[in-house]
């Protein structure tokens, strides 16, 4: 009627907000076809215990190789996806690829846990879990318990009792759970306690200044804490210096990524990195004075 047509007209006719919407579409038209061309790369991303040295598994970070603009993140290329449903199809094929190189690195003696990135859309997907069955189905010889999906609050923000049928659903299979971000949204104690997750990762922003940051350091102190009393793994995201790992280690928290143990790898080379890694001798030191 009427009163619609005027609560529209803005959006419709205002030239502005007209050339934004065309440019989120050639965009989101790109983002496509650049699936269909088979131009996206998964990079891997180490996940270390600090203490013992070992290698714990890896982070699958999906990467754009564009025949014009190079290498992109995902940050330039997957929020126009997010809103609609294509982020499912990327999602699908990242799942596919994962296992995929799993099978590969399998064939060749690396047995490894993967983290996968799950968009809220794609996880609150009516099929979520059946089609990571299929996905699992086509890859006999790999164990349910090779993944383990990250997912954000803001997947939950929607309804949090669908997330928990996912998670439990997914679980049954063997697959594991991460809280990505821990601590940058708005209700992240609502979500520990609601959500069976196995797995908390302190996001970067907290880890950044830890030794600059009484602040910060309290957090993260928070954090490792309460991940004790609930009985989940901790994982420090954003470990850019042997410091930082040092304090994380004294506040007893062991698994990290970062910079400084290695960026996102090629996923031809992780089998190498893995082989070659030397663990730093000063965390192993500090380590072995810890009772863990
Ligand atoms: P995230 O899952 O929290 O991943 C961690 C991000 O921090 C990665 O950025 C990683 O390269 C970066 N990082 C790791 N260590 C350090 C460090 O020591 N210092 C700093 N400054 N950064 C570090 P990336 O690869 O650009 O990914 C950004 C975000 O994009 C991810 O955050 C994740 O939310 C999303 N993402 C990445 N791959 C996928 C994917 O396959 N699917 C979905 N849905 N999202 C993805
Ligand atoms: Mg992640
Ligand atoms: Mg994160
Ligand atoms: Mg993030």
Same mark, same amino acid.
């Given at each position: 009627?009427?009163?619609?047509?005027?609560?529209?007209?803005?959006? *419709?006719?205002? +030239?502005?907000?007209?050339?934004?919407?065309?440019?989120?579409?050639?965009? *989101?038209?790109? !983002?496509?076809?650049?699936?269909?061309?088979?131009?996206?790369?998964? =990079? =891997? $991303?180490?996940?270390?215990n600090m203490r013992t040295?070992?290698?714990?598994?890896?982070?699958?970070?999906?990467?754009?190789?564009?025949?014009?603009?190079?290498?992109? @993140?995902? $940050?330039?290329? #997957? +929020? !126009?996806?997010?809103?609609?449903?294509?982020?499912?199809?990327?999602? &699908?094929?990242?799942?596919?690829? !994962? #296992?995929?190189?799993?099978?590969?690195?399998?064939?060749?003696?690396?047995?490894?846990?993967?983290?996968?990135?799950?968009?809220?859309?794609?996880?609150?997907?009516? &099929?979520?879990?059946?089609? @990571?069955?299929?996905?699992?189905?086509?890859?006999? &010889?790999?164990?349910?318990?090779?993944?383990?999906?990250?997912?954000?609050?803001?997947?939950? *923000?929607?309804?949090?009792?669908?997330?928990?049928?996912?998670?439990?659903?997914?679980?049954?299979?063997?697959?594991? =759970?991460?809280?990505?971000?821990?601590?940058?949204?708005?209700?992240?104690?609502?979500? *520990?306690?609601?959500?069976?997750?196995?797995?908390l990762?302190i996001?970067?922003? =907290?880890?950044?200044?830890i030794?600059?940051? +009484?602040?910060?350091l309290?957090?993260v102190e928070g954090i490792i804490n309460l991940s004790g009393s609930f009985r989940r793994q901790v994982v420090a995201?954003?470990?850019?210096? !042997?410091?930082q790992g040092l304090q994380l280690l004294k506040l007893r928290c062991e698994q990290a990524?970062?910079?400084?143990?290695?960026?996102?790898? /090629?996923?031809?080379?992780?089998?190498?990195?893995?082989?070659?890694?030397?663990?730093? /001798?000063?965390w192993?030191?500090l380590g072995n004075g810890l009772t863990s």
């Open positions: 009627g009427a009163k619609h047509a005027g609560k529209n007209r803005h959006n *419709l006719f205002d +030239p502005a907000s007209d050339k934004a919407a065309h440019e989120r579409g050639r965009a *989101l038209a790109d !983002v496509e076809r650049a699936l269909r061309n088979q131009e996206f790369e998964l =990079f =891997f $991303q180490p996940k270390v040295g070992k290698v714990l598994g890896a982070e699958a970070l999906i990467r754009w190789r564009h025949p014009q603009r190079g290498l992109l @993140l995902p $940050q330039e290329f #997957l +929020p !126009v996806a997010e809103n609609s449903d294509l982020i499912v199809e990327i999602g &699908d094929w990242v799942l596919r690829s !994962v #296992l995929d190189h799993l099978e590969e690195w399998r064939r060749n003696g690396l047995t490894i846990k993967i983290g996968i990135n799950i968009a809220p859309r794609h996880l609150l997907r009516e &099929d979520f879990t059946r089609r @990571l069955a299929a996905h699992l189905n086509d890859h006999p &010889d790999l164990p349910a318990s090779c993944l383990e999906l990250e997912i954000l609050e803001t997947a939950a *923000l929607a309804d949090i009792g669908r997330v928990y049928q996912v998670m439990r659903e997914c679980q049954k299979m063997g697959v594991t =759970f991460a809280l990505d971000d821990f601590g940058t949204g708005y209700s992240s104690l609502t979500y *520990l306690k609601a959500l069976p997750a196995e797995v990762k996001d970067q922003s =907290f880890i950044r200044d030794l600059r940051d +009484p602040e910060d309290a957090i995201e954003g470990v850019e210096s !042997v410091e990524q970062g910079f400084c143990i290695a960026r996102p790898i /090629p996923a031809a080379r992780l089998a190498d990195w893995i082989a070659n890694w030397q663990p730093n /001798p000063q192993l030191d």
